[in-house]
T-cell receptor
């Protein structure tokens, strides 16, 4: 089946630093990738939709200057949390979508900002 | 209004018994897809089953079946013969629009299922 990887799986950083999370589709080309955020015991909330070669579409309330998304190729999208603060601590999950109806999720990245 | 509603924050089931996880949805689109995902404590999202709005038959995948009642806008997940490994958070999700569209999934709040030995 289709595999999506995320790196790193876990990151701890100091407040004020930037953190980059990579999402890769390993065996298919993903025209669309999605970034979600999940707080403990809560549902996945969509942050943004990215299409290869174009600017990401952010959901209402998500700061595009804080959460930079780059979908540079059909197999890679990156999310950079700039100037991270403790309230940005969360579980970030990406998903990748080929031409079919399915979405394939990455294993997630747990970000802890001290 | 909530697009996906899961009214059961937590459910318990005895091992080897069947359990139904409820999901209702709200959309004005004629074309949509309904999904169920399992999320164990490790965090990964595991796809379980899919039902398209035009599918006449209820979807089944092994021990998972989807009780699709279009008029009621419900898409309940039935897990038969529960196993201890089924203990996890379960999310119902919907994608509105035509098949192949780039629309995102909207998730419900989830149901934490615990299977008791």
């Amino acid at each position: 089946g289709a595999v999506v990887s995320q790196h790193p799986s876990r990151v701890i950083c100091k407040s004020g630093t930037s953190v980059k999370i990579e999402c890769r589709s390993l065996d298919f080309q993903a025209t669309t990738m999605f970034w979600y955020r999940q707080f403990p015991k809560q549902s996945l909330m969509l942050m943004a939709t990215s299409n290869e070669g174009s600017k990401a579409t952010y959901e209402q309330g998500v700061e595009k200057d804080k959460f930079l998304i780059n979908h540079a190729s059909l197999t890679l999208s990156t999310l950079t949390v700039t100037s991270a603060h403790p309230e940005d601590s969360s579980f970030y999950i990406c998903s990748a979508r080929p031409q079919t109806d399915e979405q394939f999720f990455g294993p997630g990245t747990r970000l802890t900002v001290l | 209004a909530q697009k996906i509603t899961q009214t059961q924050p937590g459910m318990f089931v005895q091992e080897k018994e069947a359990v139904t996880l409820d999901c209702t949805y709200d959309t004005s689109d004629q074309s949509y897809g309904l999904f169920w995902y399992k999320q164990p404590s490790s965090g990964e999202m595991i796809f379980l089953i899919y039902q398209g709005s035009y599918d006449e038959q209820n979807a089944t995948e092994g021990r998972y079946s989807l009780n699709f009642q279009k008029a009621r806008k419900s898409a309940n997940l039935v897990i038969s013969a529960s196993q201890l490994g089924d203990s996890a958070m379960y999310f119902c999700a919907m994608r509105e629009g035509l098949s192949g569209s780039a629309r995102q999934l909207t998730f419900g709040s989830g149901t934490q299922l615990t299977v008791l030995p």
